[in-house]
């Protein structure tokens, strides 16, 4: 009965690390795509600015 009780304990660590290992690639997932909005807004900006400093000059 001991082992038994061990067992399921030994399953429950494992199955909250792959909980854990799941949340920490959709945390990464989350950072990729707010990097890549990043990227987006950049490159939305970039040309707006561009134009005002030859406005500028």
């Known amino acids: 009965m001991y082992m038994v009780i061990w067992r399921i304990i ?3 660590v ?3 690390h792959l909980l854990v290992s799941f949340g920490h690639l959709l945390v990464r997932f989350d950072h990729l ?9 950049n490159f939305e900006i970039n040309p707006i ?8 000059l």
């Not at 795509?33 to 807004?41: E, I, R």
């Open 49 to 56: 600015i561009m134009k005002l400093c030859k406005a500028l």
């Open 33 to 41: 795509l707010v990097s890549f909005g990043h990227l987006l807004v």
């Open 14 to 16: 494992r199955f909250d």
């Open 10 to 12: 030994d399953l429950l």
